[in-house]
């Protein structure tokens, strides 16, 4: 028992390790810059203050990029990731999709909170996993404070029916059939769309393809990304969304599965020449994300989920906002491996994360 509590420190030890290098390594510069602009924007709106109307502020411009609390890393260390395992396929022909939906504040970068409306409390969504074949049946619950409606790009149903809004203390069901494989985006249709996407309601939906199945994956992730609008840091109290932000396509925070740069103080993991399979969707609500892996090439990459053929050899892929596309990497030498938008400013703004291969030097192990 001794040997396992003393390992268990040990690995604790190593990841707190690795949590102060890898977030040097990758986030720290990147955060320390955006931390830097948004601290000469403030200035900036504060010296505009002094003289005349602030012209940033009016504008609802003022950026609150790369501002987390003091104890950023602390936070970030101590909080739990969301899972990004791609979860087991129900049994059965049917699968039931139960999703409740609240207000509820959500955590989007150390110290920042932000008012969301959350299916099943969080943002995203949970992944949902069922295959090609399966019928889907979805029972959505609105706990919330004013409509709302799921969309689900995997089906193909009449949308005036099966996506209309949900009123308050109302569930609203529909049954589709997966009939189509690939990754897919399901979020909240009720208009404007703008703002309830950017207020957390999307989540990803994998079809396991069944009569063209896919080559084996020792370790498969799902990530959604997604961009979020602040009003104000959130760090004090919590954000809401900044309409004239989301308009003008200026995000505070960019994020894989809801918070920024939460893979690398948790990576992802794999051992060295397993094969990693990378679930995708682009939540947007605007921006779309140009998925790339750091140190290695996709060896496969089933481009806008076309299941149906896969490009090799490729560096980068675009996943357009509201899109899905499927990834595979095999890497046989151990490191740290970032996964990310080659859209810099998107890392900047938190959309990186680590994958883990073996147990590098520097990053803890046995
Ligand atoms: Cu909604």
């Known amino acids: 028992m001794k040997t396992i509590g003393i390992a268990i420190l040990v690995a604790l030890l190593s990841l707190a390790a690795l949590v102060g290098t890898t977030m040097a390594v990758v986030s720290a510069d990147v955060a320390r810059e955006a931390k830097d602009d948004a601290e000469s924007a403030t200035k900036s709106a504060g010296r505009a203050a002094q003289t005349a109307a602030p012209a940033a502020e009016a504008d609802g411009l003022v950026s609150y990029a790369g501002q987390t609390a003091e104890n950023a890393e602390e936070l970030a260390a101590q909080r739990e990731p969301f899972p990004p395992e791609l979860p087991p396929i129900p049994e059965g022909d049917v699968v039931d999709v139960e999703l409740t939906l609240k207000d509820v504040v959500v955590e989007i970068a150390p110290g920042v909170e932000y008012n969301a409306w959350g299916f099943e409390g969080g943002a995203p969504g949970p992944a949902i996993h069922v295959r090609e074949g399966q019928k889907v049946q979805i029972a959505l619950t609105n706990d919330g404070t004013i409509p709302h409606s799921i969309d689900f790009h995997a089906a193909r149903i009449a949308p005036d029916r099966a996506f209309r809004d949900v009123d308050v203390g109302e569930t609203i069901t529909y049954t589709f059939e997966a009939t189509d494989p690939g990754v897919f985006m399901y979020h909240c249709g009720t208009k404007p769309v703008l703002a309830h996407i950017a207020n957390g309601m999307y989540g990803a939906i994998v079809v396991e393809p069944a009569e063209q199945p896919l ?52 990576p992802l993991t794999a051992d060295p020449g397993d094969t990693v399979r990378f679930w995708v969707v682009a939540a947007g609500p605007s921006l779309d994300t140009d998925f790339h892996v750091v140190g290695t090439i996709l060896d496969r990459a089933w481009v806008n989920q076309d299941m149906s053929k896969y490009q090799s050899g490729v560096q980068t892929v675009g996943v357009p906002a509201g899109g899905g596309a499927v990834f595979d990497v095999r890497i046989d030498e151990p490191g740290l491996y970032p996964v990310l938008s080659h859209s810099f400013a998107s890392v900047d703004m938190g959309q990186v994360g680590l994958l883990k291969v073996g147990n590098p030097k520097g990053a803890g192990g046995h």
Do not use: F
């Open 215 to 266: 080559p084996k994956a020792d370790r498969e992730y799902v990530l959604v990304s997604s961009e979020w609008y602040l009003t104000g840091s959130g760090i004090d109290e919590p954000a809401s969304y900044d309409v004239t932000k989301a308009h003008a396509v200026i995000p505070d925070w960019v994020t894989w599965n809801g918070y920024a740069g939460q893979y690398v103080t948790h």
